[in-house]
Nanobody, 112 residues
Framework: QVQLVESGGALVQSGGLLRLRCAASSSIFNINEMSWYRQAPGKEREFVASISRVSIRNYTNSVKGRFTIFRNIAGNIITLEMNSLKPEDTGTYYC??????WGLGTQVTVSS
């Protein structure tokens, strides 16, 4: 089972940007879809973005046009670029291979 480690979370002001990184312990070439989820305090974990093996991307409506997900096969890395951040983007961001592996998350806090 692949191990996933997220990084890049920080405290930023509203309107700012962050780049989150998910590093896999082994090749992600054969993984059909990699995803980012987030969980705000007191709320359930929710889907944010995904990218397939053939780079088909999906986003939750609230981040469309602001977030972009990338897949670096050679580096076994999934990146989430987040622009125009809003306070409601605050939460712990998790990476998953959609096959049972999850990282421990990275904290994103957007101040108003």
């Amino acid at each position: 089972q692949v191990q996933l480690v997220e990084s890049g979370g920080a405290l930023v002001q509203s309107g700012g940007l962050l780049r989150l990184r998910c590093a896999a312990s082994s090749s992600i070439f054969n993984i059909n879809e990699m995803s980012w989820y987030r969980q705000a305090p007191g709320k359930e974990r929710e889907f944010v973005a995904s990218i397939s093996r053939v780079s088909i991307r999906n986003y939750t409506n609230s981040v469309k046009g602001r977030f972009t997900i990338f897949r670096n096969i050679a580096g076994n890395i999934i990146t989430l670029e987040m622009n125009s951040l809003k306070p409601e983007d605050t939460g712990t961001y998790y990476c998953t291979d959609n096959e049972g592996s999850w990282g421990l998350g990275t904290q994103v806090t957007v101040s108003s």
